[in-house]
Every structure is written in structure tokens, then in C-alpha cells.
């Protein structure tokens, strides 16, 4: 059973960073894609940013490129979610998610909440102005 913690949420105000990590119990040598994703009160759960144990490729969402960095660190069994120029909009329970993917997370599947098996308990990332 794969276990996903999340850490380094928290309150900050707009135009500031914050660095999220997801701590995995294991790896899936062969490949997985590690995903973030966030959830907004009365809105639906939303894919931010993916990347490829294997090789590194990453995937972002068209509202967070730019602001946002995905990379891992593979000694350490932990993915992180750099944002930075946080905006209001980005303030939601930021979730940690893993699929076994030996090719890759797959550009039609990275951000679908459904494609996913394995998730964390979520970390609040609030922005205010």
C-alpha cells in the first residue's frame, strides 16, 4: 500500500511562496506519476502539476504555469510543489496523488482525478490579499 503524506501548507499573502511535499512510503521503481492536485470549497477537485519518476518529464495546468514547479527527489522518496506570486485563487487543500505509469503520466491522464489510485490526506494552502 502506498502511503502519500503532505507538509508545507499554509497561510501566505498574495505575491508569496510556498513549498509543498509529498513524502511517499515507496517508489514504484518502474515508474509512477506523482501528481498534485487542489480542491476548492464547492469546487471540483483539480489537477496542478504532475511529473514522471522516470525521467522527469512534468505536466502544469494552464493557470499555475509559470508560478509553479514540480520536481522530485528520488534519494528522498519525496515530490515537491514549488508556487510562487501565489494569487487568491490558488488557496484550496492541496492533495498528493500516485499512479504506477512505467511510459509516463500520458498528457490525457495526468490531471484526471479517476486515474489515480493512491492518495494523501491533503495539506491547506490559503492566499489572501
Known amino acids: 500500500q502506498v502511503q502519500l503524506v503532505e507538509s508545507g501548507g499554509g497561510s501566505v499573502q498574495a505575491g508569496g511562496s510556498l513549498r509543498l511535499s509529498c513524502a511517499t512510503s515507496t517508489y514504484t521503481h518502474t515508474g509512477a506519476c506523482m501528481g498534485w492536485f487542489r480542491q476548492a470549497p464547492g469546487k471540483e477537485r483539480e489537477g496542478v502539476a504532475a511529473?514522471?519518476?522516470?525521467?522527469?518529464?512534468?505536466y502544469y495546468a494552464d493557470s499555475v504555469k509559470g508560478r509553479f514547479t514540480i520536481a522530485q527527489d528520488n534519494a528522498k522518496n519525496t515530490v515537491y510543489l514549488q508556487m510562487n506570486s501565489l494569487k487568491r485563487e490558488d488557496t484550496a487543500m492541496y492533495y498528493c496523488a500516485a499512479e504506477p505509469a512505467v511510459y509516463g503520466c500520458y498528457s490525457s491522464s495526468w490531471y484526471r482525478r479517476g486515474w489515480y489510485n493512491h492518495w494523501g490526506q491533503g495539506t491547506q494552502v490559503t492566499v489572501s490579499s
Open positions: 511529473i514522471h519518476t522516470n525521467g522527469g518529464s512534468t
